[in-house]
């Protein structure tokens, strides 16, 4: 069997996105970090953080919408300045993640020391990117809101993703979903998530996951099977976009 590179993806696991201050906190949102820690302790190929890295002028950001937008309720259409009539909706948050504000950083729990690389997305304030690799809008792509997680994982000769992070229903998912429609065989580690919705959301979006071909899986499989030389590559399941 092909020597297998596998990459550890750690998503948005900022303060932010974590209890007890941040401003769209994830319930549970810090728990993560010994499952996270657990991880990157593995002898995988790539070990990548990534960060939501916005200008206070964002489109996610519902104070950016006038008095009667609403955080978590209201949603807008969103039109792909290269190409207005490829157009998606999308919910609006709080502030968060704002670039040089104390809520962007990476929580403290976390063993950075192991992170190979920090990846941030979300740069662009005219679009929503949920994904690690790219906003939704593919014709054409908007060069501002792909990332280089991609060619990263390419140079790197990456033959399976491993997908860990904050949130399970939001950027995990959409990070997992492009994982798997590029080729790689994709696991989220579900002991290492946690969702906006809840117990509830996660399991709508772990059916969702695994409709698509993405692997769902705990920290003691990984420990158990991924690394092992008696384990099977795994197909992704591949969908045009």
Same mark, same amino acid.
């Given at each position: 069997?092909?020597?297998?590179?596998?990459?550890?993806?750690?998503?948005?696991?900022?303060?932010?996105?974590?209890?007890?201050?941040?401003?769209?906190?994830?319930?549970?949102?810090?728990?993560?970090?010994?499952?996270?820690?657990?991880?990157?302790?593995?002898?995988?190929?790539?070990?990548?953080?990534?960060?939501?890295?916005?200008?206070?002028?964002?489109?996610?950001?519902?104070?950016?919408? &006038?008095?009667?937008?609403?955080?978590?309720?209201?949603?807008?259409?969103?039109?792909?300045?290269?190409?207005?009539?490829?157009?998606?909706?999308?919910?609006?948050?709080?502030?968060?993640?704002?670039?040089?504000?104390?809520?962007?950083?990476?929580?403290?729990?976390?063993?950075?020391?192991?992170?190979?690389?920090?990846?941030?997305? &979300? %740069?662009?304030?005219?679009?929503?990117?949920?994904?690690?690799?790219?906003?939704?809008?593919?014709?054409?792509?908007?060069?501002?809101?792909?990332?280089?997680?991609?060619?990263?994982?390419?140079?790197?000769?990456?033959?399976?993703?491993?997908?860990? &992070?904050?949130? &399970?229903?939001?950027?995990?998912?959409?990070?997992?979903?492009?994982?798997?429609?590029?080729?790689?065989? %994709?696991?989220?580690?579900?002991?290492?998530?946690?969702?906006?919705?809840?117990?509830?959301?996660?399991?709508? %979006?772990?059916?969702?996951?695994?409709?698509?071909?993405?692997?769902?899986?705990?920290?003691?499989?990984?420990?158990?099977?991924?690394?092992?030389?008696?384990?099977?590559?795994?197909?992704?399941?591949?969908?045009?976009?």
């Amino acid at each position: 069997m092909s020597k297998r590179n596998i990459a550890l993806i750690v998503v948005d696991a900022q303060e932010d996105f974590c209890p007890p201050n941040g401003s769209l906190a994830v319930p549970g949102g810090r728990e993560i970090a010994p499952t996270i820690n657990s991880l990157l302790a593995l002898p995988f190929a790539r070990k990548i953080a990534t960060k939501d890295h916005h200008p206070p002028d964002h489109i996610s950001f519902a104070c950016n919408h &006038g008095p009667s937008a609403k955080a978590f309720e209201t949603y807008i259409s969103i039109a792909n300045p290269g190409n207005p009539s490829e157009i998606y909706e999308s919910l609006l948050w709080p502030v968060h993640c704002v670039a040089n504000t104390p809520g962007n950083e990476l929580i403290p729990e976390l063993d950075l020391s192991r992170v190979d690389k920090v990846i941030v997305k &979300g %740069t662009d304030p005219r679009v929503e990117m949920y994904s690690a690799f790219q906003s939704p809008l593919k014709n054409p792509p908007l060069p501002t809101a792909v990332s280089e997680l991609a060619g990263d994982l390419r140079d790197a000769d990456i033959t399976d993703v491993v997908v860990v &992070g904050l949130a &399970g229903d939001y950027c995990v998912k959409f990070t997992a979903l492009d994982s798997v429609s590029q080729g790689w065989p %994709t696991f989220v580690v579900e002991d290492g998530t946690r969702s906006v919705g809840g117990a509830d959301g996660w399991q709508d %979006t772990r059916r969702e996951l695994q409709e698509h071909g993405v692997h769902v899986v705990d920290l003691d499989w990984v420990k158990q099977n991924l690394f092992s030389s008696a384990y099977a590559f795994q197909p992704a399941v591949v969908h045009n976009k």
